[in-house]
């Protein structure tokens, strides 16, 4: 070859190159732009407030209510070390209110029967009025009773447990209007990021809504604790308020989508709002796949609402491990299912795409991924012993690997019936939320005897992990990815 043709097809692959680099940046700016981004972005801001105001009276809890001094000294658990634990920045060693443990109980436990109770009623009316309406009003409507916290508080606990079981209540639409938005919203081929994405908020929240709870407890202003209820409120109020001006209940309805968007998500979706359509309650009753979400549903909240609930007191009375003193290690495993999740979301798409993976072999890949693994590693973390940072990096290892189900059955309902993906959600929420009773009073029961011993943690442990594997189990058996013929929409 001549040192002209050389350079002539030096300069074409440079062109071509540098083709495929602005039509990527084109694409990649063009996707950042579009309104179905901007949705998701808004859902993952929405879902951090849900998680915040879920977590945020178990935080403030422990600055509102009188501690015995018995408990403030010594070590838990005289068999493990101590970590240095810094008292200095405790605002109220003798809190506020004087409720007994059963009585906290009744406060942390109130917001479930009241979130249980309102889920399918509110799935169902996601349906009828519509997503956008739905979610928004949920998180609003639980900001103002978020704000009512601290007043409630002092009124008297049968008052604060009626508010919480009222946030329960109007928190209980969140989740099934934002799945009823996402099948009108998310194409085919998008669905595990756009899930992923808004689903890691979760998580963003239960991270960073500690630290920040943790810290305005600490301050003078009104005993420190209100502080945080009053914060959390506010924000839900602003993002409210962006909520109603930047997202539409469909493609059809927004006033600033561009056509071509318009029609590539009609096109995928497969909905048509213009024509009311009855859900075939027996069909999905019936159906073996939505039984397959359930039970991993199921699996997956005992796992999450049993880490958001024994993990802080196996810290404390297992490890001596003082959380507000080492923040950024307990924050460790949250952070872990916050990258898993997004990590997850973008891999399964990006193999779907290119026709790599079925969708159906990738839900239950996923699904099995986020239930055997983080039950290896809960285990694994309960027999490092006294090995505080070991422990501590298995829970993260296994959290990480726990974010995939962010792209298993959580999104599952958008492939099986995007038209019903809301009340699908909705059913299979409501089972899951039983978790959130059983999962603390399982911990409790089998640790009752001694809460420090390690070896009766190991049997929580494993209780932990078998339910976990048989809801991936049964996921595995009767999960599909493809779309059902009760869902399809005929026209005509």
């Not at 009585?103 to 956008?132: C, D, H, S, W």
């Not at 085919?188 to 908020?201: C, D, V």
């Not at 909240?301 to 491990?321: H, I, Q, T, W």
């Not at 924050?331 to 872990?336: D, I, K, Y």
Request: proline content about 4%; hydrophobic content about 45%.
């Amino acid at each position: 070859m001549s040192k002209l043709e050389s350079s002539d097809s030096s300069e074409t692959e440079q062109l071509i190159d540098e083709d495929d680099e602005q039509n990527y940046e084109e694409a990649l700016l063009q996707k950042l732009s579009s309104t179905r981004y901007q949705l998701s972005v808004m859902g993952f801001l929405g879902f951090a407030l849900i998680y915040s105001f879920r977590i945020n009276m178990s935080i403030a809890l422990v600055d509102m209510v009188k501690q015995p001094a018995a408990e403030k000294s010594g070590p838990a658990n005289k068999n493990c070390p101590v970590w240095n634990k810094d008292t200095s920045s405790q605002n109220n060693d003798v809190g506020t209110f004087d409720w007994t443990p059963k009585e906290q109980a009744n406060v942390l436990g109130a917001f479930y029967y009241g979130y249980m109770v309102a889920m399918i009623p509110a799935g169902y009316l996601a349906t009828r009025i519509g997503g956008k309406q739905m979610y928004g009003l949920g998180i609003v409507l639980t900001a103002v009773l978020t704000l009512l916290t601290p007043a409630a508080a002092h009124l008297g606990i049968w008052w604060l447990i009626i508010l919480r079981g009222l946030e329960g209540i109007t928190e209980a639409a969140t989740f099934p209007a934002f799945h009823h938005l996402s099948g009108r919203w998310t194409p085919k081929l998008e669905r595990s990021i756009f899930a992923s994405m808004t689903l890691s908020g979760s998580f963003f929240g239960n991270m960073i809504t500690q630290p920040i709870i943790g810290y305005l407890c600490t301050l003078e202003l009104w005993n420190g604790w209100p502080l945080g209820f009053y914060a959390n409120g506010l924000l839900a109020i602003i993002w409210y308020v962006a909520w109603c001006f930047l997202v539409y209940e469909s493609p059809d309805k927004h006033p600033r989508i561009s056509e071509r968007e318009r029609n590539y998500i009609n096109s995928q979706t497969q909905i048509d709002d213009d024509k009311p359509t009855a859900i075939p309650w027996k069909s999905i009753l019936t159906s073996l796949p939505v039984f397959g979400i359930v039970a991993a549903h199921f699996a997956n909240n005992f796992m999450l609402y049993g880490m958001m609930s024994f993990l802080p007191l196996y810290f404390a009375d297992v490890l001596n491990f003082d959380i507000a003193s080492n923040g950024i290690l307990s924050a460790l495993p949250w952070v872990s299912v916050f990258i898993g999740t997004l990590t997850a979301g973008q891999l399964t798409d990006l193999l779907r795409s290119r026709s790599l993976v079925t969708t159906t072999f990738a839900r239950k890949f996923n699904q099995v991924i986020s239930t055997f693994l983080p039950s290896i590693f809960l285990l694994l973390a309960g027999y490092a012993g006294c090995d505080d940072i070991k422990a501590i990096l298995f829970l993260a290892v296994g959290m990480l690997f726990f974010g995939a189900a962010g792209s298993g059955f959580y999104c599952n309902n958008l492939d099986l019936a995007p038209q019903f993906a809301g009340i699908i959600y909705a059913i299979s929420n409501f089972f899951a939320t039983l978790s959130g009773f059983l999962a603390p009073l399982i911990v409790a029961s089998l640790t009752e005897e001694n809460v420090h011993s390690s070896v009766l943690w190991i049997h929580a442990f494993y209780v932990f992990a078998g339910v976990s594997w048989l809801g991936g189990s049964t996921f595995l058996l009767l999960g599909s990815g493809e779309l059902q013929a009760w869902a399809v929409i005929r026209n005509g």
